[in-house]
């Protein structure tokens, strides 16, 4: 037991974007004489998850999307390279493979990650063989080496169900292929096709009217409705309910995306493993002194590094009222800023929260920008490049970004449409 | 956008779906089953009202949770509001459509 008679602990469940994000906002901020703070892991390296998106189109290469994770925890936070086997809500308990923490307060920062077991045939003998991810660093990079050879056929990218982490990745996959191929001048021998199960690649109204000439324009071809059942991978289909086939010669799917298995076999998720989260403060549903993050909780937010970069002040403030036997404050409004790469050195850039769908505008300042939302342009692009700089100095170290807000501002939006 | 139907008076988006679930009643979610070439069953109204409960709950909305509603299977599903079940079945219900962040 690590539990010590006077000392309290705070521990953190999970090193990625979140998790080190919070090891750093509550590190300066918690009371040293009265709080223990530990992060506990068990993988050493953290990843560029956006990033992943680059990697097959040899955009980045691994050294750009990977780095250790111990140099991001702050020091006089403890940090468990450990895996975590159940969490014991009733007896704030966590078992790690080799022992026991007790917590006091628990944040849960476990994130999402993909199932592709969940569909038949789709983790099967052709799994990186024909069938590819590239939301994992291996997936993306076994793609990587697929892409480089592939000389022509059907590309087929799509998204088993949501919700998914980073729900526009698969679209800007789309996009960036095409440039891919019509670079390597092969883009006549390629069809690519973009397969999602809800009404259309945008589905909001605005997003819909001012992006809908995108897939036109890079002639992708959509299917819409399309609930998978099955993949038949010995001749290469995927198969929805109403046994509607599409071919393929390379799929990229998205598979259904899964919170940690460890949420599962503590009982505290849903369906999804996704942990029922009180969507403003971000405490747990069920136990008081539990707290979630991220990609881990079933908020009606996208799963986004943004999002879990504006949670992390709303809940850094709320973890310091809980302590103090304040009622916490409900401010997470579903903030979401998210670049978009169109292709061709462009990029969209897009504002949002859990009212307000993303509009036309500028940012951060308004009606100065330089930033364009909803918009093609080559500046958002280098936005998104120079991001991954901004993700390693500032946003994993808990520094606020100028001029960005953890609540969205309506300034600058062209809201009455 | 207001939209009439059977002299009353909606509010609804450009795709017609309700932006204003009070608004909503049986007779409503007729009329817009026959704009879509649905003839209502009782099998369907125990689909719109599970659709219903979810939404009040604030449950997402999709395939898999229609899997384990135990109301339907996906094959019934598909075959009750064929061209796109979640839409259509959501836009009789006078819930929003399933939708990603664009």
New interface residues.
């Given amino acids: 037991m690590y539990k010590s008679l006077i000392m309290k602990n705070l521990v953190i469940l999970g090193a990625g974007t979140s998790g080190t994000m919070m090891a750093n906002h509550l590190v300066s901020k918690l009371p040293k004489k009265d709080w223990k703070i530990h992060i506990v892991d068990q993988y050493k390296t953290h990843y560029y998850q956006p990033g992943f998106l680059f990697l097959p189109f040899d955009i980045y290469n691994e050294n750009q999307v990977r780095k250790e994770g111990k140099k991001f925890i702050p020091k006089g936070v403890e940090y468990h390279q450990l895996k975590i086997e159940k969490i014991d809500a009733e007896n704030n308990l966590v078992e790690l493979e080799n022992g026991v923490l007790s917590y006091d307060i628990l944040i849960i920062a476990t994130g999402s990650k993909i199932a592709p077991q969940e569909v038949e045939g789709m983790h099967s003998k052709a799994w990186r063989d024909t069938i590819f991810d590239f939301y994992t660093y291996e997936g993306a990079l076994a793609l990587r080496n697929k892409l480089r050879e592939f000389k022509e056929g059907k590309l087929v990218v799509h998204i088993t169900?949501?919700?998914i982490k980073c729900?526009?990745a698969p679209l800007e996959f789309a996009f960036l292929a095409d440039s891919y191929f019509d670079k390597k001048g092969i883009r006549d021998k390629v069809e690519i096709t973009y397969v999602t199960?809800?009404?259309g690649a945008?589905?909001?109204?605005y997003?819909s009217k001012k992006?809908g000439y995108l897939l036109e324009e890079k002639n992708i071809k959509l299917e819409?409705?399309f609930?998978i059942?099955r993949v038949d991978y010995e001749n290469k289909k995927i198969v929805d309910?109403?046994d509607k086939e599409i071919s393929y010669d390379l799929l990229v799917t998205v598979p259904?995306n899964m919170g940690d298995e460890v949420i599962e076999k503590s009982g505290l998720g849903d369906?999804?493993n996704f942990v029922p989260t009180h969507e403003k403060t971000l405490q747990s549903l069920e136990h008081e002194n539990i707290f979630v993050i991220g990609d881990a909780t079933n908020v009606?937010a996208?799963k986004a590094g943004s999002v879990a970069h504006f949670q992390s002040e709303t809940l850094t403030d709320n973890i310091l009222l809980y302590i103090n036997n304040k009622p916490l404050k409900e401010e997470f409004d579903g903030h979401?800023n998210?670049f978009?790469e169109t292709g061709k050195n462009k990029a969209l850039l897009?504002d949002?929260n859990y009212e307000q769908e993303?509009v036309t505008g500028t940012f951060p300042i308004a009606g100065i920008g330089p930033l364009k939302l909803l918009k093609e342009s080559v500046l958002n692009h280098w936005g998104k490049l120079a991001f991954r700089w901004v993700y390693w100095n500032l946003l994993l170290k808990g520094i606020p970004i100028p001029f960005v807000s953890r609540n969205m501002s309506t300034a600058g939006k062209n809201i009455n449409k | 956008m207001i939209k009439t139907i059977k002299q009353i008076a909606i509010n609804v988006?450009?795709?017609g779906y309700l932006t204003d679930f009070s608004q909503w009643t049986k007779e409503i979610g007729e009329e817009i089953a026959k704009e879509n070439n649905i003839e209502m069953t009782d099998k369907h109204w125990q689909v719109i009202s599970w659709i219903q409960e979810q939404v009040t709950v604030?449950k997402?909305l999709?395939?898999?949770?229609i899997k384990?509603s135990g109301v339907i299977d996906?094959?019934e599903?598909?075959a009750l509001f064929p061209?796109?079940?979640?839409?259509v079945s959501t836009k009789i219900a006078g819930v929003p459509?399933?939708?990603?962040?664009?």
Avoid: Q, W
């Fill in positions: 169900e949501m919700p729900p526009v199960p809800l009404s945008f589905t909001k109204e997003s992006l819409t409705d609930a059942e309910y109403i259904t369906d999804l009606p996208s979401s998210c978009i897009i949002f993303p | 988006n450009e795709e604030k997402p999709s395939i898999r949770g384990k996906i094959k599903f598909y061209g796109g079940p979640l839409k459509k399933p939708k990603s962040c664009i």
